[in-house]
């Protein structure tokens, strides 16, 4: 059974199936997708890594499917007269440690090339992929004397020390960080960053040999309401926003200044819309896009602002550092914007107001 409105083409799409579509962000593309007129199926697993609390039965009215998107005779079930695939479904963030490895393969490998083995079966080619900026690592940067360049991980040593900033490979010099585009060079540095890469990969080999069509939505610092609590698989504007509610500053690590593209998850769900009315009239094949706000700000930042929205706690810089953590990842939108028509709406001060008062998810 679909859900939404009977009078539903846009972009020429009236069956879209949502993996994922009961977590953060798919549900907001659940909603996305209603509004524009499409008829949607949700299939989400509840996965305990985003779903603490009892699953939801519906989503603004679709009815979950609950299944896991590595079972093939669900996925096959799912995709009965499906014109087009949003697949969010997946676990994300840094994961507690290595235990997690084979739940996260299972979940975002094995289970995007179930989908696709049952796509290319059922003879459904248009896919929209929720990937990542991990996949690029380190963003990009310019050295003074040597242009553009790509630093290697950042040594304990230099963190311990207090030296955040990535060092030019050929003098050693800080470098200046840069926005990154989509045909940067990819250097996944985790076991997540590694699944949503492979991600990528097996889309285009899928697209490759059915003829089909992905766009692939490598979004970058995603915020709003009905984020899931802090847990280990959530990212940083969570995490502050637990803390402010605990009644905790906010503690920033290393002196704060590393750089990140915070954007809205309303916007994130007007990029899957966008993407999925693009698959309709091009050529097939894989094709990246950058999902961000176009408008970087530093992490202190972020908390400073949603330190001073929420009434709570000022944020401490603590100098703590992470060594799974990349120093700045900002991105540019340009492709996103020429070839989907896609900008972000909503700024970092507005939404941060919003969110300090959201409702997140047990
Ligand atoms: C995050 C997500 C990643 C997602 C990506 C794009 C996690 C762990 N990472 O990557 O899954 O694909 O955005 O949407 O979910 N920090 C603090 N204090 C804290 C925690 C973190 O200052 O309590 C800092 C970190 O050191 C880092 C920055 O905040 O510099 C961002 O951290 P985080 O959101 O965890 O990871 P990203 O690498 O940005």
New binding site residues.
């Given amino acids: 059974m679909f859900a939404g409105r009977p009078a539903a083409t846009v972009g020429g799409v009236t069956h879209v199936l949502v993996t994922g579509g009961a977590g953060f962000i798919g549900s907001q593309v659940t909603a996305a997708l209603l509004a524009a007129g499409h008829q949607v199926r949700v299939l989400d697993c509840a996965h305990p890594a985003a779903h603490s609390g009892p699953p939801p039965g519906d989503v603004h009215g679709v009815p979950v499917l609950r299944a896991d998107v590595r079972d093939r005779a669900a996925v096959a079930g799912a995709l009965h007269e499906v014109d087009a695939v949003v697949h969010q479904a997946a676990m994300?963030?840094?994961g507690v440690d290595l235990d997690d490895l084979p739940e996260y393969v299972g979940c975002n490998d094995l289970g995007t090339a179930v989908l696709l083995a049952e796509m290319a079966r059922r003879g459904v080619h248009r896919l929209v992929l929720a990937s990542?900026?991990?996949v690029y690592g380190e963003g990009a940067y310019t050295c003074p004397e040597h242009g553009s360049t790509r630093p290697a991980a950042r040594q304990v040593a230099a963190l311990a020390a207090g030296r955040f900033e990535p060092a030019c490979p050929a003098c050693g010099r800080d470098l200046t960080p840069v926005l990154v585009d989509e045909d940067a060079a990819l250097d996944p540095r985790s076991v997540?960053a590694a699944t949503k890469l492979a991600q990528e990969h097996l889309s285009a080999a899928w697209a490759r040999q059915t003829g089909g069509s992905v766009a692939a939505l490598r979004?970058?610092?995603?915020y709003g309401p009905g984020m899931p609590k802090d847990t280990p698989?959530?990212?940083?504007a969570a995490?502050f926003r637990s803390a402010l509610e605990a009644g905790r500053a906010p503690?920033?690590?290393?002196d704060g200044g590393?750089r990140?593209d915070f954007v809205h998850v309303s916007d994130v769900a007007r990029a899957n819309l966008a993407a999925l009315d693009a698959t309709a009239g091009r050529p097939a094949g894989f094709r990246a896009y950058n999902v961000a706000s176009g408008r970087p700000a530093t992490?202190g930042e972020m908390a400073a602002a949603l330190a001073e929205a929420f009434g709570g706690l000022r944020p401490v810089v603590t100098g703590e550092f992470?060594l799974g953590?990349?120093r700045h990842i900002t991105a540019s939108s340009a492709r996103a914007t020429a070839e989907l028509g896609f900008t972000a709406a909503t700024d970092l001060r507005t939404g941060v107001a919003e969110f300090a008062t959201a409702a997140l998810r047990g």
Avoid at 219 to 222: A, D, K, R
Wanted: aromatic share 16%.
């Fill in positions: 994300v963030g840094m990542s900026m991990v997540y979004y970058h610092n995603v698989y959530s990212g940083v995490i503690r920033v690590f290393e590393q990140r992490v992470r953590d990349v």
